[in-house]
């Protein structure tokens, strides 16, 4: 893939000289910003909070709710607001309304992954089938990938139920092949899905002409697949909703509350001391930030691009069903989805990971990723070539060494963790809340057996050997797409660092 394109910069609707035709960046008329190229990314919000599109279009207050001031004592603490913890206090508190849960959060809830993803509400088991089958066999991991798609579902549920406006659709996802060596791997995936057990009304093969059926105007199109278990969601708009219903419920919540040391029934935090019989970590991410866990997390990021509202003929062009959710296969593959209010949403990986500050708001946007991006989206939907760019954001998953979700609770200790989605987060920390409401209550259920309740995985590699690997994997697979788009061939080369990579 090419990463000279150049996008235009209009300032008070002129082109600038020496640009040419394709995608707008829009940019305010500011004098600090008078001497940005014409390579300038849109301008970073206003207001802190306000860090990608759906955090900026929340309908509400972004105002943090109060801190902690002094001691405090629960009956359940957890650590952090996004999805994990949200829907964990959600549950219990709705089993059983006499519990004291209190979730603390170092920012506002949302902030973190769940206010800045795709909001691809999707089913599909976040890490190996093969990891998880080792210890619990093919049978229960079938179990867990119908479990994620009854999570689609009862997210939609819950959404329904709670009043959370969200644009909660469910069309299903396409995924999409441009290349015959993309074709290939299309091809070897899904007949691998209907081998584990999954039939054709889980994941079909589509042909190009069926693939227009569902969206027209998509380039290149040679082949694709389709499962309708998944859905499209303004996932900011979700969380804050999740967390005005769980104070509903009775949950109290601390915002601007940076928890600095987790153990047995105690909670520190800058600001005062929780006391509880469970402390349930729900950090993801972040929970590097604290010196032992270092290791115990890979914070990769993803990085995202949005539309101005496109005109009705626009999409009429594109022919897109709302609420579908569209991807390809490239190696470093994109994702997309038509937003509540008319936009494309597209995001990827390949953001550079930096040895000196690996979580940082420095890493949330990146120059040649935006242009790759910019270049996806003229590449992917031609009829949207012309569309400005009004925001680009980006955020940090949790991606643990074997790339597998893991969930743990230890009555003895009242500990438990529940994270590391590796980008699958959105219907994950759904199942996961339900699991550990299961848990704490002392229930065996179905949830509480699935594969990755206990599952263990070893900590990365020390640093520099992570930054540099993390590093050559990035160019590996550019230089493979590339590749592969410029000979029609498979890049070998990919091959290499296949086992740092998420399972197909």
Not at 181 to 205: C, I, M, N, S, W
Request: proline share 6%.
């Amino acid at each position: 893939m090419s990463t000279t394109f150049r996008q235009n910069l209009f300032t008070g609707g002129t082109r600038l000289p020496g640009t040419r035709k394709g995608v707008a960046v829009l940019r305010d008329e500011h004098p600090t910003d008078r001497t940005a190229g014409p390579d300038a990314l849109p301008p970073e919000a206003a207001n802190r909070w306000s860090r990608s599109l759906w955090l900026d279009g929340v309908v509400g207050d972004l105002n943090p709710r109060r801190p902690l001031s002094g001691d405090h004592t629960c009956d359940v603490a957890i650590v952090g607001a996004g999805f994990a913890g949200l829907w964990t206090a959600y549950y219990l508190k709705a089993a059983d309304p006499s519990l004291r849960v209190t979730l603390v959060e170092a920012e506002i809830a949302g902030f973190g992954a769940a206010g800045r993803n795709g909001g691809f509400v999707s089913a599909g088991i976040a890490g190996s089938g093969a990891r998880y089958a080792r210890a619990s066999g093919w049978d229960e991991v079938l179990r867990a990938e119908r479990e994620t798609q009854r999570g689609v579902d009862e997210i939609g549920r819950v959404i329904a139920a709670e009043g959370i406006d969200c644009g909660y659709k469910k069309e299903g996802a396409l995924n999409l092949a441009t290349t015959e060596p993309q074709v290939q791997r299309l091809r070897a995936r899904t007949e691998a899905k209907h081998r584990f057990g999954l039939g054709t009304d889980d994941y079909r093969l589509l042909t190009a002409d069926e693939c227009a059926d569902f969206v027209r105007g998509a380039g290149g199109v040679l082949a694709g697949s389709f499962t309708p278990h998944s859905a499209r969601v303004d996932p900011a708009r979700l969380a804050r909703g999740l967390a005005e219903a769980c104070e509903r419920l009775g949950v109290t919540i601390y915002e601007q509350t940076p928890a600095e040391q987790l153990g047995p029934r105690v909670v520190q935090c800058r600001s005062g001391r929780i006391s509880a019989d469970i402390v349930i970590r729900a950090t993801e991410a972040y929970t590097i930030q604290e010196r032992s866990q270092r290791r115990s997390f890979l914070p990769l990021y993803s990085l995202m691009i949005a539309t101005e509202p496109l005109p009705q003929e626009t999409w009429d062009e594109l022919g897109w069903r709302d609420g579908m959710g569209i991807s390809d296969l490239r190696h470093l593959y994109y994702y997309s989805q038509r937003t509540i209010d008319g936009r494309i949403a597209l995001g990827g990986r390949g953001a550079p990971y930096r040895l000196s500050n690996p979580l940082s708001p420095e890493n949330e946007r990146d120059a040649s990723v935006f242009q790759r991006l910019c270049e996806t989206l003229r590449e992917a939907f031609p009829a949207a070539s012309q569309a400005s760019i009004t925001h680009h954001w980006g955020g940090a998953l949790a991606v643990p060494r074997d790339w597998c979700t893991r969930l743990a609770f230890d009555r003895s200790s009242g500990l438990g963790f529940v994270g590391a989605f590796g980008g699958h987060g959105v219907t994950a920390a759904n199942i996961m809340g339900r699991t550990m409401r299961d848990l704490i209550m002392g229930e065996s259920t179905d949830l509480t057996s699935l594969p990755w309740v206990g599952h263990h995985t070893r900590n990365w590699e020390p640093e520099p050997i992570r930054f540099i690997a993390s590093r050559l994997i990035a160019k590996t697979l550019d230089a493979s797409d590339a590749y592969e788009e410029r000979t029609g061939t498979p890049a070998k080369r990919a091959r290499l660092v296949q086992p740092f990579l998420p399972p197909s």
